[in-house]
């Protein structure tokens, strides 16, 4: 693995240079707060109305509208909605410095061709592994989080030195910055989260919730042992890997997740997820998301009100009141 760490980096590249965050949600408050703290010159772009204006001031740093913001920067952070950034890019293209960069916190846009950035311009990446709260406390605490990085176009000869210097004045050099590509972060990034964490585990806490309920067990027992015990497993994983994990429940458990697990995720499974995998590599989920913002979200619409009024809700808000769950 290609991994550096703060001491193997130069802040040099980005010393004197200004830094234009596009989006203060998430990402951007976090990298923004972050650059700030370790002396980056940073201003803020919104746009007109937004509703982050305010915390972004109280936070003491630079706002300014998106355009404003990009014409006066070296470095332009792309960190809105992924849907949003190939309007945003064509609205201020223009407005781009010749020869500036231009950084990412998300390979699809690039990768996928919704963006084709202006020859003149470097194009970078940084992506934390994970979300922005959590880059900005542990950076507070002297910590940082992985992140992984990549050149698209390397305009100027300097790219990988900008991209190097930006990961680390966020903090996630702290930890170690993974070297990758557009292509490997975005594919990575967007299978997970349809076919592993984000997708499927929600899924099989539902069916596993639903199976026992069928099967007449009340819906609280349900979902104290299908939800309930999953920041456990998560902790456990977390502190000392699967295989540790397994070590450190009772043989029963073990036993249980032994004969239970391959066949509840067979080849069937794989398949499935060999096939989520491909929806991602053609960019038909890229097209889908496209779609789905011009279309007003209705799928998302959708997914969020099934959540609202499963069965599991309410449960899980009667065992929030118990301090259960
Ligand atoms: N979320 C994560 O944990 C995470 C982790 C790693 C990487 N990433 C990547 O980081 C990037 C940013 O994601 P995010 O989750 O941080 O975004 P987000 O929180 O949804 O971004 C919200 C911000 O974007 C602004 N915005 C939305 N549409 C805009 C538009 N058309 N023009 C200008 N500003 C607009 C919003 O403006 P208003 O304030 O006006 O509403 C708000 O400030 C994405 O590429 C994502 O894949 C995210």
């Known amino acids: ?26 990402q951007g408050r976090a990298q923004a707060l972050n650059l700030k703290d370790s002396g980056i010159d940073v201003v803020v772009g919104l746009r007109g109305a937004s509703g982050s204006a ?68 470097d194009v970078f990446m940084v992506a934390p592994k994970g979300p922005g709260v959590a880059l900005r406390s542990l950076y507070e605490r002297g910590k940082g989080m992985v992140g992984v990085w990549a050149v698209a176009q390397d305009a100027s000869g300097k790219a990988r030195d900008l991209a190097l210097a930006y990961g680390k004045a966020i903090g996630c050099a702290r930890a170690g910055l993974i070297a990758s590509s557009f292509a490997e972060e975005c594919e ?35 979902y104290l042992e299908c939800v309930g015990e999953l920041k456990l497993l998560a902790d456990l994983i977390e502190a000392r890997g699967i295989a540790g994990m397994r070590e450190a429940i ?10 239970g697990g391959p066949r ?16 991602v590599r053609s960019g038909r989920f890229a097209e889908a998301l496209r779609r789905e913002a011009a279309d007003g979200y209705p799928e998302l619409e959708g997914a969020r009100a099934r959540s609202h009024s499963h069965q599991m809700e309410r449960v899980f808000q009667d065992l929030k009141s118990l301090g259960g769950s």
């Open 264 to 279: 509840v995720v067979d080849e069937h499974v794989r398949q499935n997820m060999r096939q989520v995998l491909e929806d």
């Open 250 to 259: 009772s043989n029963t458990a073990e036993l249980g997740a032994a004969l």
């Open 188 to 222: 990575a990034d967007l299978f997970n989260e349809g076919a592993v964490v984000w997708g499927a585990v929600p899924e099989i806490l539902v069916a596993g919730f639903e199976t026992l309920v069928e099967a007449g067990v009340s819906p609280e027992l349900a």
């Open 1 to 26: 693995m290609d991994l550096l760490r703060d001491r193997d980096i130069d802040i040099g590249p980005l010393a004197g240079k200004r830094v234009a965050i596009l989006g203060y949600g998430n």
């Open 54 to 121: 305010r915390a972004a001031e109280e936070a003491g740093l630079e706002i300014a509208l998106v355009e404003e913001a990009t014409a006066s920067a070296d470095v332009i952070m792309f960190l809105a909605p992924d849907e949003a950034l190939a309007g945003i890019y064509r609205e201020v293209e223009a407005r781009i410095r010749y020869g500036a960069a231009i950084g990412f916190s998300h390979g699809l846009t690039v990768h996928f061709g919704q963006i084709h950035p202006r020859h003149d311009l």
